[in-house]
């Protein structure tokens, strides 16, 4: 929480930024137009938006010249949360409005894409190439005889080559879905085997740490594995000739073909993303052509301020809804940065010259690389030149109030901070990034436009300055239109409608504060509630890993039999560190002066790792649930996590404590 030393912001913007953001120039617009508040700000705004919802909507479909090819009966249908209509009546394409920069004589030899690999060797591909490429391998997948709802699927890191079949997907109307190839075949089976994929793209490898990681085994037992695959188009990454009977993805994108973009339906289905899928398979997420189209246009062309003289880098993986995100940048002409590669290779300093190099002006990044930066004592500001660089967004997990003092004094004192969170679930923020209002260290500067964003007590009602579950009560176009293999919406109600009927409920412990910012205090399915008090785990992990010999740490709470809690923090120690009682006292002390005597663990046991998911969440309610003596092959899926050896350990502790 915001402590009073922080009250001042640590960046404000100043006017002719706030003048010039188009966040700003939508709302004169829709004062104009739709009767928007024409003072206010972005409060104003934000009041208006969820308070008009219809209105709203269709002003950002206005502003951003939204291609219906028929039109639409209504803004909203049914209202209901889950299954909640969007523009019924109206049909479109995704596809179609991420080429449209392609269209402009004066834009369509400028870089689409910006490709860089490990050797910071930088590859472009123009608007009129990369809107060749999609027709020639559109008009392909339609020979193979891909169809409208089909499903394609891809194995593949982030390279020009996935964001091209992605929207050739798209533009014949099938559906798009994708795992990176550091996932193992059991990863990608539990995931690609529920939507049964027509067509798998591949690559033989991919490149990563210095390192080549072939992947020739891999894609052999995919194929075997997956009997509905009707094509595979090899990509020689590695060099490799295509396996008997894979088609070449040089022959596929040949041509010089004008691309036909299939008009769907607005929900019709644009791509199936996952949940972490830590305990069984994953939830096969699928969401909608124009409600992703409508989501997207709103958060990056008004939240993220970008335009077509921005480029656009988020560290990223095809296996992450931050790449599908990315990508959607082309929708507001943004040039896209695509970097394939370690995130610290070969030092911890890779992404920040990855921005020097590409002239990036939106530094998309995880909280936990920026504090990795700091605990390296690394200078980006002083060693790279980021003039370019406008804005630096964090997600993963919250920005701890040391990243946001760090960033300021690293990077630039002129500088957007904009800790973001949101969710696969919705592929898109429900607080975060906006350009004309100020930043205070630790907090998320408001929730997004569209999105009524509540924090709300045990009780269901709405608190203010208190923390409270995050809910949001009214629709999104992006929340899912259904979770595949789902047939009754079972799954899907009660992965978020089963506490509060209809209204959606995220699993995040929250504070809406006075002056209308967020503040993210971790997942509330693993909440610390001792004494009656719930507290969150990312307030401990900011505090703890302040300390030099602290690498990452974990903390778990447990209810006991006999009514008693447990609370084990699990650290993970710096090189050369040593779990001493010196050190010991030192974690307590740090947790005691800045949170509370409450916060302070039971016990601190040291562990050779913290387990995370695929995308770099740490697992707590899995490894709550294995010291709580679930068997292991209940707790967690091994084949959702970066390192399932490390769950050995707690495995090995639950047995020693029964």
Request: charge should be negative; include cysteine; aromatic fraction near 10%.
């Amino acid at each position: 929480m915001t402590s009073a030393a922080d009250e001042a912001p640590l960046w404000q913007p100043g006017p002719d930024r706030i003048a010039t953001a188009a966040v700003t120039r939508f709302q004169n617009w829709a004062a104009e137009r739709h009767g928007a508040p024409a003072g206010g700000g972005y409060p104003a705004l934000h009041r208006w938006s969820v308070d008009e919802l219809d209105t709203f909507w269709q002003a950002v479909a206005e502003w951003f010249d939204v291609r219906f090819s028929t039109p639409y009966e209504t803004v909203i249908g049914d209202r209901a949360m889950p299954g909640a209509q969007w523009f019924p009546g109206a049909a479109l394409n995704y596809a179609e409005h991420a080429l449209r920069a392609a269209e402009d004589p004066l834009r369509a030899e400028a870089p689409a894409l910006l490709h860089v690999d490990e050797t910071h060797t930088q590859t472009p591909t123009s608007w009129s190439e990369l809107r060749r490429r999609v027709g020639s391998l559109a008009a392909e997948l339609r020979a193979l005889g891909v169809n409208r709802g089909d499903r394609v699927s891809g194995y593949l890191p982030n390279i020009p080559e996935a964001v091209v079949a992605f929207l050739a997907t798209a533009a014949v109307g099938a559906v798009w879905t994708s795992c990176a190839p550091d996932f193992g075949a059991r990863s990608v089976l539990d995931r690609f085997q529920q939507v049964e994929p027509v067509v798998l793209f591949t690559v033989d490898g991919y490149r990563y740490g210095g390192k080549e990681h072939h992947r020739a085994d891999t894609v052999a037992e995919l194929r075997r594995e997956l009997p509905t695959l009707r094509a595979v188009v090899h990509i020689p990454l590695l060099g490799t000739e295509a396996p008997d009977g894979a088609l070449e993805w040089s022959a596929l994108t040949a041509a010089d073909t004008e691309p036909v973009f299939e008009q769907v339906p607005f929900d019709h289905p644009l791509w199936v993303l996952y949940s972490s899928g830590t305990t069984g398979l994953p939830k096969a997420i699928v969401q909608s052509q124009g409600g992703i189209l409508l989501e997207h246009f709103k958060q990056i062309g008004l939240h993220c301020d970008l335009g077509p003289e921005d480029r656009f880098f988020w560290y990223t993986s095809t296996g992450w809804m931050m790449w599908n995100f990315l990508v959607s940048g082309l929708l507001t002409g943004t040039t896209l940065v695509l970097y394939d590669g370690s995130p610290g290779y070969p030092d911890v300093s890779a992404q920040w010259r990855v921005a020097e190099q590409t002239g990036a002006t939106l530094f998309g990044t995880s909280a936990a690389y920026v504090m990795a930066c700091r605990k390296a004592g690394i200078h980006p500001g002083r060693d790279f030149d980021l003039s370019r660089v406008q804005c630096v967004a964090t997600t993963g997990s919250p920005l701890p109030p040391d990243g946001f003092r760090w960033l300021h004094d690293e990077v630039a004192d002129d500088l957007w901070i904009a800790s973001v969170s949101g969710g696969t679930d919705v592929c898109s923020c429900f607080a975060g990034a906006v350009p004309t209002l100020p930043v205070h260290i630790g907090e998320l500067q408001a929730p997004g436009l569209g999105t009524d964003l509540q924090s709300w007590d045990a009780a269901g009602k709405p608190v203010i300055g208190e923390v409270g579950e995050l809910v949001v009560t009214q629709p999104m176009p992006s929340m899912p239109i259904r979770f595949w293999n789902d047939p009754d919406g079972s799954r899907y109600h009660d992965s978020y409608f089963d506490v509060y009927p209809g209204v959606w409920r995220h699993g995040d412990w929250i504070t809406i504060t006075e002056r209308g910012s967020v503040v993210i205090h971790g997942r509330s399915d693993s909440t610390l509630n001792r004494q009656g008090v719930r507290m969150g785990s990312a307030d401990i992990y900011e505090a703890v890993e302040r300390l030099p010999q602290i690498r990452e740490s974990l903390v778990i709470g447990l209810e006991e039999p006999d009514g008693g809690y447990w609370m084990p923090l699990f650290v993970h120690l710096a090189e050369g560190a040593t779990l001493d009682d010196e050190l010991r006292a030192a974690i307590k002390h740090t947790i005691r002066e800045n949170l509370s005597p409450r916060h302070v663990p039971d016990e601190v046991i040291e562990v050779p790792g913290i387990p995370h998911t695929l995308t770099g969440k740490r697992i707590e309610v899995p490894v709550k649930r294995l010291l709580q003596g679930t068997a292991l092959a209940k707790a967690v899926n091994p084949g959702s996590l970066d390192n399932p050896e490390l769950l050995h350990f707690y495995e090995h502790l639950a047995r020693e404590r029964r």
